[in-house]
């Protein structure tokens, strides 16, 4: 059913990195959540007020409360969709992190509500109508909560949408709620007993810590959370696939929103070849990464002197040196500056955040290695923070 409305009422709907697609899905959700929500409300008042039922009445306000948080979603997939301004040149794509946190917010109010009512039920428990109509609904109820719980994530994943994912979360949580009022009626019916505040309690400590999860999750991109592997994977493998590139280092990716992620890196080319070829070389890579990722990139040209004799055996050894050094991953920008009494030995460390050795250390290991190879050659060593 899901993949059937994208295909209905979403162009191109399989072009997912497309902003105007993402877009659309987000809408999409949004209206689609907004009327079955208004319909289930509409169901359970008919019938608890007909079978006298205030648990299925209850149950109506919280569908209510359901619509309106897809209100914000399709509210927070409008604002988000605005183009850029003065005041925000990098757009407004971030709204929708701070619509998913929203959301997130209102099912660990629904949790909590849900907790002291419970509690009150199990202070002062009254026994549950029993009846088929009751039943019914409850059931039809269940399943369409369901579906919107697998509707919402289905559309979640597609377009790597939090807000999304977290209704579809507060879609589950309806479903284990009232999963449970449907068990303590039942429960009630057949063994006289009354189980629903220990059920509601036991559900709403379930639905707080869902909630608690997913403001982790929304707020964790607001905070600047490291890129997805996946994405730098690509990144590196489009630049690597270019003939003239040496190689690529300090990657960095800012992440302004879905569909608003500004790169930047370092790309080493043979300093023999002329620069304005290595500078075409370089443009196209640009273009090349905001077609097929929707990034934009900017490039930094390193130029590697490929000719010196000293390059590749010095490589190896600054390699063995950090080898065995924890939270060292690499090094890159190596240049071989002679000079009158000494040659510097200049290159970039990189460590991960986890390091926890000293600069001084790492400095003292590498050197050694480095005056073992040339007595007469001096490290010169900047020190930078892996950001991937």
């Known amino acids: 059913m899901g993949n059937f409305l994208f295909k209905k009422f979403i162009k191109n709907y399989e072009d997912v990195k497309n902003p105007e697609v993402r877009d659309s899905y987000g809408k999409l959700a949004g209206i689609v959540g907004i009327l079955s929500n208004l319909l289930l409300c509409a169901m359970?008042?008919?019938?608890?007020?007909?079978?006298?039922s205030i648990a299925i009445v209850a149950d109506a306000v919280n569908n209510l409360a359901d619509a309106s948080s897809s209100v914000i979603t399709l509210v927070g997939f409008k604002l988000a969709a605005m183009p850029e301004d003065k005041e925000h040149p990098y757009g407004h794509a971030r709204i929708e992190y701070i619509a998913g946190m929203v959301v997130s917010l209102i099912i660990?109010?629904?949790?909590?509500?849900l907790g002291k009512s419970s509690f009150e039920k199990i202070l002062h428990p009254e026994p549950l109508e029993f009846s088929i109509s009751i039943v019914i609904v409850l059931l039809l109820a269940i399943a369409i909560k369901v579906w919107q719980a697998m509707f919402n994530v289905s559309a979640g994943k597609k377009i790597n949408s939090l807000t999304l994912i977290a209704t579809g979360a507060d879609s589950?949580?309806?479903?284990?709620?009232?999963?449970?009022?449907?068990?303590?009626?039942i429960a009630g019916y057949i063994f006289d007993i009354q189980i629903d505040g220990y059920m509601g309690v036991l559900v709403a400590i379930f639905?707080?810590?869902?909630?608690?999860?997913?403001?982790?999750?929304t707020i964790s991109p607001l905070l600047g959370e490291a890129p997805d592997p996946e994405l730098v994977n690509e990144i590196e493998e489009i630049v690597m696939s270019y003939d003239g590139v040496i190689g690529i280092h300090d990657l960095v990716v800012h992440n302004y929103g879905p569909g608003k992620i500004f790169a930047s890196i370092h790309i080493e080319v043979d300093a023999a070849v002329d620069v304005m070829v290595s500078h075409?070389?370089?443009d196209?890579?640009?273009?090349r990464l905001q077609q097929d990722l929707n990034i934009f990139v900017t490039a930094h040209m390193d130029p590697v002197n490929l000719g010196d004799p000293n390059r590749e055996p010095l490589t190896h050894v600054i390699s063995d040196a950090i080898s065995g050094l924890e939270g060292v991953l690499n090094f890159h920008d190596l240049r071989i500056v002679p000079g009158p009494t000494h040659t510097n030995v200049v290159f970039d460390v990189?460590?991960?955040?986890?390091?926890?050795?000293?600069?001084d250390q790492i400095t003292d290991t590498i050197s050694e290695r480095v005056k073992?190879?040339?007595?007469?050659?001096?490290?010169v060593i900047n020190y930078d923070m892996s950001y991937v």
């Open 108 to 113: 660990i109010i629904v949790g909590v509500e």
């Open 207 to 217: 639905i707080i810590w869902s909630g608690i999860s997913l403001v982790r999750e």
């Open 372 to 379: 073992d190879y040339n007595p007469s050659f001096f490290c």
């Open 350 to 359: 990189v460590l991960s955040p986890e390091c926890s050795i000293s600069h």
């Open 172 to 185: 589950r949580n309806d479903v284990i709620a009232t999963s449970a009022v449907l068990i303590s009626i």
């Open 284 to 287: 196209n890579i640009e273009g």
């Open 44 to 52: 359970k008042m008919l019938v608890g007020f007909i079978s006298g």
């Open 280 to 282: 075409d070389l370089v």
